[in-house]
C-alpha cells in the first residue's frame, strides 16, 4: 500500500510538471499562428494595391477615355465651339482639371469635315480659313502623346495651324491650339486642344 500511495504522489506530481509545459506550449503556438496571421494581412494589404490576389483599389480615379463620336451639344457650348453637321470620323477626350483656380479643364477633339465644315467650324471660334498659318502645326504631336491618346498627326502633307483666344464666359477665359490636316483637300482633318 506504501508503494501505491508513493506511486501515486509521483505520478501527481509529474502531472502538476506536465501541465505548465503543456499550457507554455499552447502560449508559444498561440503567439505564433497570431503573428502570422498578422504577417499575412500585412502582406496583403501591401501586395493588394499592386493589384495580386485579384484585388483592386477602386478609390484611384481612372485616366480619362477617348471616346468616339462627335461631342454632344452641352460639351460644345462649355468649350465655345461647334462641330459642323456632317463631321465624321470624330473622336474626343475631356480632361479635368486638377481643381486648383488655376486648373481647368481640357477637351482633345479629332474630326474629318469638308471645306465648308471648315468654315463653319473656325466661324464658331471667330476666325476664317485665311487666319491659318500654312506648314504649322499648333497643336502638335507632343500635346497629343502626352495624354495617351493614339491620334498621329502626320508631319508630311499640307498642315495649317492656328491659336485662339476664346471669348470669356462670366470670369472664364480660354484658348484652342487648332493643326488642320488639308493633304486631302476635299476632307480636312481637324486637330483640336481647347483649355478653359
Not at 499640307?158 to 476632307?187: I, K
Request: hydrophobic residues 40%; charged residues 25%; contains cysteine.
Amino acid at each position: 500500500m506504501r508503494t501505491d500511495l508513493r506511486r501515486l504522489r509521483e505520478e501527481a506530481l509529474m502531472a502538476d510538471t506536465a501541465r505548465p509545459e503543456r499550457e507554455k506550449t499552447l502560449l508559444v503556438t498561440l503567439v505564433v499562428v497570431a503573428c502570422g496571421v498578422f504577417l499575412l494581412v500585412a502582406v496583403a494589404s501591401l501586395v493588394a494595391p499592386l493589384g495580386f490576389f485579384g484585388f483592386k483599389d477602386n478609390s484611384l480615379p481612372k485616366p480619362p477615355q477617348e471616346k468616339h463620336g462627335i461631342p454632344g451639344a452641352a460639351l460644345q457650348k462649355t468649350f465655345r465651339l461647334a462641330v459642323p453637321a456632317g463631321a465624321r470620323d470624330a473622336s474626343y477626350l475631356v480632361v479635368p482639371g486638377d481643381g486648383s483656380a488655376e486648373s481647368g479643364q481640357d477637351l482633345y477633339l479629332r474630326f474629318r469635315t469638308t471645306p465648308e465644315g471648315l468654315k463653319e467650324f473656325l466661324t464658331s471660334l471667330h476666325k476664317t480659313t485665311g487666319d491659318l498659318t500654312a506648314g504649322d502645326a499648333v497643336l502638335d504631336q507632343d500635346d497629343i502623346d502626352a495624354v495617351e491618346l493614339p491620334w498621329k498627326i502626320k508631319t508630311k502633307g499640307r498642315l495649317a495651324g492656328l491659336y485662339v483666344d476664346l471669348p470669356e464666359q462670366g470670369d472664364e477665359a480660354g484658348s484652342a491650339l487648332l493643326t488642320v490636316d488639308e493633304t486631302e483637300g476635299a476632307a480636312p482633318l481637324v486637330y483640336a486642344h481647347v483649355t478653359l
